[in-house]
């Protein structure tokens, strides 16, 4: 099976823009997570969809929000971006609640 | 609130040697903890997992360990081998909380040749 796709690789947006990050999961897989992660702080939770429904969200602004297509495809959108959002954006399915996630490489964003 | 720590920023090790990378948690709902490696400009890679009802997983050289009572988990490195290095992500999940992982900040590991 392919494993999980993240589109685009390398972004440079400047403060105050927007931007829309994409990922497809592993075929069959039903949920995908989104994590950020920055130097020191590990992997931030930002959002977890499961057929299309946000099951689980973390501690993030509102500028930050996703969702999930039909095909388990999902897309993360940030609005009016911020330097500190700067960052590693990963995404991660799983076929289920409870089973391991397996993540794409990444989107690494940076805001100037 | 960090409910997964790794309090070791760094490790470093020699080749053939055991590395032993720690991780602790607060919130004893969490039932089920994972490892990943993370390499460079790649995304993180499962290595191993363990349900709370065990105490002990093993594949190949690498080996976790559970202590439920201490919360605290761990994961052997036996032999430790140069291509070991890498950053070492704790992880930990539960069905009260949705299921919804939460990772630790990780270990670099350095194995030194």
């Known amino acids: 099976k392919a494993g999980v796709t993240q589109t685009p690789r390398y972004l440079i947006k400047t403060r105050g823009q927007q931007v829309t990050l994409s990922c497809s999961p592993i075929?069959?897989?039903?949920?995908v997570s989104w994590y950020q992660q920055t130097p020191g702080q590990g992997l931030q939770f930002l959002f977890e969809?499961?057929?299309?429904?946000?099951?689980n969200k973390g501690n993030f602004p509102g500028r930050f929000s996703g969702r999930q297509f039909s095909n388990s495809r999902s897309e993360m959108n940030v609005s009016t971006l911020e330097l500190g959002d700067s960052a590693l954006y990963l995404c991660?399915?799983?076929?289920?609640?409870?089973?391991?996630?397996?993540f794409g490489p990444g989107t690494r964003l940076l805001v100037l | 609130d960090q409910q997964v720590k790794q309090n070791s920023p760094s490790l470093s090790v020699q080749e053939g040697r055991i590395s032993i990378l720690n991780c602790d948690y607060t919130n004893s709902m969490f039932d089920y903890f994972l490892w990943y490696k993370k390499y460079p400009a790649e995304g993180p890679t499962f290595l191993i997992s363990?349900?709370?009802?065990?105490d002990k997983n093993e594949d190949g050289r690498f080996t976790v360990f559970l202590n439920k009572s201490a919360k605290h988990l761990s994961l052997h490195i036996v032999p430790s081998q140069p291509g070991d290095s890498a950053v070492y992500f704790c992880?930990?999940?539960?069905?009260?909380?949705?299921?919804?992982?939460?990772f630790g900040a990780g270990t670099r590991l350095f194995v030194k040749a």
């Open positions: 075929s069959g897989h039903r949920s």
């Open positions: 363990i349900s709370s009802i065990k």
């Open positions: 991660a399915s799983r076929e289920g609640a409870g089973e391991t996630q397996y």
């Open positions: 992880a930990a999940s539960g069905a009260t909380g949705g299921f919804k992982t939460i």
């Open positions: 969809y499961f057929s299309e429904t946000q099951r």
